[in-house]
């Protein structure tokens, strides 16, 4: 038995489900496991502090009856007892929703997200929430109200943010699979970061609904595994138009085993464009490890093509105008009215809303509302809110062209590896730059996954790189099967980070 | 940093209802002014001729059947609530339009 | 019309009405009044975190059906905007309305002096919750109507006054409900209205323009705006610049019967408007609006003029049939059993409306009274049959409406069959006759007109039932008998 869940953990999603179907655990047992083992990780010097929440009862309920009805011969589902960590901002019963806020710390939502009730029902195990920047703002966890996390790694580094705890926990092996949010690169820096892969679907994709909202045009659900081929798994059960969101696409759901089934990389058409490969701030040893891993598909046949995105450079400043606009909306629900922390109570409503908002958010999070309040008010929205649409347009346009010339286009997922928790608290713009290279495809809305490509050292051992592959719009399965030809061609898939849990620590 | 920059925060942070203490006035107004200096470039771009991209939605009409279904039962709803009152949310006194409630 | 002292007014106005739909704007809640508080509520008119807005069908069909009835054109594709602000009943802290591309960017009201009101535009939006004021010490939110959709008819400054508005609404108010776009009932808030004032010499530019709100009956909106051209026309001819009215909103105090200055601190009115990115554009579709044309029945305003011309109604009495849709179709019934327009009107503007407006009645409009367009078109045949006499016949409508019986059977029962005896007249008259020999002698002496009195007495002692034209004949031929 403890064999057999050595092997559940050693695996992926995949392996995970397979393993179960044998026989080879109950998912009771397994989903034990893991509640042991988050419990675990949480302790000690080398404490994550990944998990907001776990939730132990639900979980096991869960399990038991997936247990119940495999024992009944009921089909079992895509995602059969695969325990998932969802990012703190998902809506789902039975675990807080605290979207990294001590405005929202002890929020349960009256109902769950579809993208969550979607994996549950493909059998899925939610146990945990994971930590996360607050709201989703920021790139490096550092912003969560409830400590940074680390970085398995390297714990004197950042796992990348905001999907900081769900990318933590999959690249510790607690879990195989995790639901993040990726705004701005919220799931694909992570995934960078902590030596994982990560996908952000087309925007409209996967549902909204039951995503705390930050930037509306931008977010999408967005999942985190150890394998392309779990993200795909993933994203065939997350797919799909909902009744609920409106801007979900109607196209039916990413199928993995219908996506251009016998594509190989013969004549795949790699576009490389120098604003991101080439970009001011980018580390050259993350440069070297993403050039070679272009000549690796290169090897398995692709084409390497030469494209231009002259607009990437202004992708921050427009990103961040737009999201900080749509953010200081998306938060002005946030009043202490209705749920959520108040203060202030006894002072005028007005009053009572500004003292809640002042002590519920973090920083981060004022400057981004202010950031967005200021390019919305009266004789400003022209100059910066409207002007960065049309650059948005006009990035969407460039890309729309690139992609008349390759198939898919590669980049760099972050301008460096994980950088050392504190580095950038002090300079928000420099948090800002760390966004450059995933906020092209957010902005444009189309698919970009992130797949580890190879190592640099760091100072205290080696740290993970990630390779983008961005697709066109609804090309969901295209990005996939790339990041997959290559994962599956190149040796960074087994790799594991030096971190484990306190009595697995050498004596 | 300059008088107006503060002034300005200031006043943002009034529309947004941040009650912000005065510290952290002066390190947002700090940091404000120089996220919009390096955002700058932005605004010379010439994109005049371009349509705003508001989002990558490219769909219309997504409409929804007038066809009832269940909600929150109210004490799902209130129990949320930091404050209530028979059945309502409470909050301080006020007459709408004597506050600046837009 | 003009103000006093050689001024002009100017007055425009927003009105918000409900729309009849069975839920909310955006999400399943349904769509109702008077229920407990936050109990027709959900994740998505309260916003909870992480809900999203999805758009109605029917609200759609309806705003585009009121766009038709108001002679507008429907825009080929509308968007959605936010306008940012915060308030208690405002659960997003923003409201999903639409600015830069409203579903209708013009229309016109036709009044019934011919004048025609032009509109800037309607727009489709969700109604706030409500906030309770007067319940103890603190304030209390009722979510309920959060959501609820509106349209927002906003009026181009063509009204010259007080009356012009009063006659604006009523007809806007009758155009909506005829297209069964919504109940617009004031009391429920299901019509609500706000409005622009300003005034100026003739040939002059407009003076500063003052908002008024709080205005929650037809009345209130009359007196509110007569009240500030008042204000604006006192204070401009004071003189005194420091007094000259200022742009602001003011809130209506029906029971002190002024309006006092909304405090609003600056930027208060900086709404930060944006596209709604949760909501697709909506494209309306030519079938659509084909569709929803069908839906658009007669209009009042055509309904009088049809009066007028082909039933040789007054306008005064063709204003008042049409002035409400049930009232109208109920006459129309009537007409179409009974002929008789010009009868069948004047049954139900004198004697159906009184019955609709009987406060001793336990009913609120004419289609809660059980009195059908039958019963009119039974009593109009039988006065021209003689067999009631007309004023038998509004007792007969009465005990048609206190008994829940038909005209016939109510005819029998209360006795009300016009008597056409010539004895029992002879007798009647005969005793009348001797009761008034005052009358009488009137009567020789040349006052002809007198002998109405005495045919009022003579039906008075008969119930009602006999015959006047009888009676009449009867007491003259007495008269003139020297008896």
């Known amino acids: 038995m403890a064999e057999a869940l050595a092997e559940l953990f050693a695996g992926d999603a995949n392996a995970w489900r397979a393993a179960l179907l044998a026989g080879r655990a109950t998912v009771r047992a397994a989903v034990d496991a893991v509640l042991a083992r988050l419990e675990r990780c949480e ?118 943010g905001s999907s900081s705890g769900p990318a933590a926990l999959v690249a510790a092996g607690l879990v195989p699979l995790a639901l993040g949010s990726d705004t701005g690169g919220s799931v694909r820096q992570p995934a960078a970061f902590c030596g994982i892969a990560g996908f952000k679907p087309t925007y409209g994709r996967v549902s909204r609904h039951g995503l705390v909202a930050y930037g509306s045009s931008l977010d999408q659900v967005a999942p985190l595994a150890r394998s392309v081929r779990d993200l795909e798994l993933c994203l065939s059960v997350l797919s799909g138009a909902d009744e609920r969101d409106a801007t979900t ?29 080439e970009g001011e701030g980018l580390d050259p040893a993350v440069r070297a490890r993403v050039e070679a891993a272009v000549d690796r598909l290169v090897e398995l046949g692709a084409r390497r093509v030469a494209v231009r995105l002259p607009s990437a450079a202004h992708a921050v400043a427009t990103y961040y105008v737009v999201a900080a606009a749509e953010a200081s909306s998306n938060l002005a629900r946030f009043d202490g009215v209705r749920y959520g922390r108040r203060e202030g109570g006894e002072r005028s409503l007005q009053e009572m809303i500004a003292a809640t908002r002042e002590a519920g958010f973090g920083e981060e999070v004022k400057r981004r509302i202010l950031l967005g309040t200021y390019v919305l008010s009266r004789g400003h929205a022209e100059a910066w809110y409207v002007q960065a649409l049309r650059v948005r347009r006009r990035l969407r346009d460039e890309l ?15 301008p460096t590896p ?17 966004d450059a290279l995933t906020v092209p495809a957010s902005l ?64 | 940093m300059a008088q107006d920059e503060r002034e300005q925060v200031e006043r943002v942070a009034r529309l947004a209802r941040l009650e912000l203490e005065p510290g952290e006035v002066e390190r947002l107004a700090g940091s404000f002014e120089r996220i919009l200096e390096a955002f700058a470039g932005l605004r010379e771009l010439d994109v005049g001729g371009l349509a705003p991209m508001t989002g990558p939605c490219e769909r219309t009409d997504v409409l929804r059947a007038d066809e009832p279904r269940p909600g929150l039962p109210p004490d799902e709803l209130l129990r949320r609530a930091p404050e209530r009152v028979d059945g309502f949310f409470g909050v301080p006194k006020t007459v709408r339009g004597a506050e600046d409630d837009g | 019309m003009s103000a006093p002292g050689g001024w002009e007014a100017v007055v425009g106005l927003e009105v918000h009405c409900q729309l009849r739909t069975a839920t909310k704007l955006f999400c399943g809640c349904r769509n109702a009044f008077g229920e407990p508080p936050n109990t027709l509520c959900c994740e998505v008119c309260t916003g909870q975190p992480g809900a999203l807005p999805v758009l109605n069908r029917e609200a759609l069909a309806l705003a585009v059906r009121a766009a038709l009835a108001l002679d507008g054109e429907v825009a080929g594709r509308s968007e959605f ?40 535009r309607i727009h489709l939006e969700e109604d706030a919750g409500k906030a309770v004021h007067d319940r103890g010490a603190r304030t209390l939110v009722d979510l309920n109507r959060a ?62 323009k003052v908002e008024l709100k709080n205005l929650n009956s037809f009345s209130n909106v009359k007196a509110a705006i007569e009240h500030e051209i008042a204000r604006q026309v006192a204070a401009y001819e004071a003189g005194d610049p420091a007094g000259f009215p200022v742009q602001e909103t003011r809130g209506w105090d029906d029971r002190a019967r002024t309006s006092r200055p ?13 596209p709604e990115p949760d909501l697709p554009p909506v494209e309306v579709s030519a079938e659509l609006v084909e569709r929803q044309r069908g839906f658009v029945p007669e209009l009042p305003a055509a309904r009088r003029r049809r009066y007028v011309a082909a039933f040789g109604l007054s306008e005064y009495d063709a204003g008042v049939l049409t002035a409400s849709r049930d009232v109208s179709d109920f006459f129309e019934r009537a007409v179409q059993l009974a002929g008789e327009p010009k009868e069948v009107a004047n049954w139900v503007t004198n004697d159906v409306l009184r019955l609709v407006a009987d406060p001793d009645l336990p009913h609120a409009d004419l289609g809660e009274l059980p009195l059908r367009p039958g019963d009119v078109a039974d009593l109009v045949r039988l006065v021209a049959a003689r067999r009631v006499s007309k004023s038998a016949g509004r007792r007969v409508l009465r005990g048609v409406v206190e008994r829940g019986a038909r005209v016939e059977d109510v005819v029998r029962d209360l006795g009300l069959e016009q008597v056409d005896d010539a004895d029992a007249i002879e007798a009647w008259c005969r005793a009348v006759l001797a009761e008034r020999p005052d009358v009488v002698a009137d009567v020789r002496a040349g006052k002809r007109k007198a002998v109405g009195a005495l045919i009022g007495a003579v039906m008075q002692a008969s119930g009602g039932s006999a015959d006047p034209g009888r009676v009449r004949a009867t007491l003259e031929r007495l008269i003139d008998a020297g008896a």
């Open chain 1, 43 to 160: 302790r000690g010097p080398g404490a994550l502090n990944a998990v907001l929440a776990v939730d132990a009862a639900g979980a096991r309920r869960r399990a038991d009856a997936l247990d119940a009805d495999r024992a009944a011969g009921r089909v079992p589902g895509p995602l059969f007892g695969v325990p998932v960590a969802l990012k703190a901002n998902l809506c789902a019963e039975g675990l807080p929703t605290s979207c990294g806020s001590r405005l929202l710390a002890d929020w349960c939502a009256p109902y769950t997200a579809t993208a969550v009730q979607r994996l549950v029902d493909a059998g899925a195990v939610p146990v945990a929430t994971g930590n996360m920047d607050e709201f989703g703002m920021g790139s490096s966890g550092e912003n969560s109200a409830f400590g940074p996390t680390r970085n398995p790694w390297d714990p004197g580094r950042t796992p990348g």
């Open chain 1, 249 to 277: 696409l109607p196209e039916p759901p990413v199928v993995p085993e219908l996506a251009d089934e016998h594509m190989t990389l013969d004549g795949v058409r790699v576009g490389v464009c120098p604003e991101l490969l």
């Open chain 1, 400 to 414: 729309d062209a690139a992609f008349e010339q390759c198939d898919v286009l590669v980049a760099p997922t972050a």
């Open chain 1, 418 to 434: 994980a950088f050392a928790l504190g580095e950038h608290v002090r300079d928000p713009l420099a948090m800002y730059r760390a």
């Open chain 1, 444 to 507: 444009a809305g189309v698919p970009a996954l992130s797949v580890p490509c190879g190592f640099v050292d760091g100072p205290a051992g080696p740290l993970p790189v990630g390779m983008q592959v961005l697709a066109p719009a609804l090309a969901d399965a295209r990005a996939l099967r790339v990041g997959r030809l290559y994962e599956e061609a190149s040796p960074w898939r087994d790799r594991r980070p030096p971190w484990a849990l306190p009595d697995e620590v050498p004596a």
């Open chain 3, 81 to 120: 905007d936010r306008k940012n602000y915060f308030y208690c009943d405002l659960p997003k802290g923003y409201q999903i309305t639409q600015l830069a591309h409203p579903f209708c960017p013009g229309a016109r009201v036709e009044l019934p002096s011919g004048e025609q009101v032009r509109l800037t």
């Open chain 3, 147 to 208: 959501g609820v959709p509106l349209i927002e008819i906003v009026s181009e400054p063509d009204l010259a006054g007080a009356d012009e508005a009063h006659a604006y609404l009523t007809e806007l108010k009758a155009i909506l409900q005829y297209a069964g776009v919504s109940d617009c009932d004031m009391e429920k808030g299901s019509l609500r209205c706000d409005v622009n004032v300003s005034v100026r010499r003739p040939g002059e530019p407009l003076r500063t």
């Open chain 3, 262 to 274: 909304q405090r609003g601190k600056e930027d208060a009115d900086d709404y930060r408007y944006f």
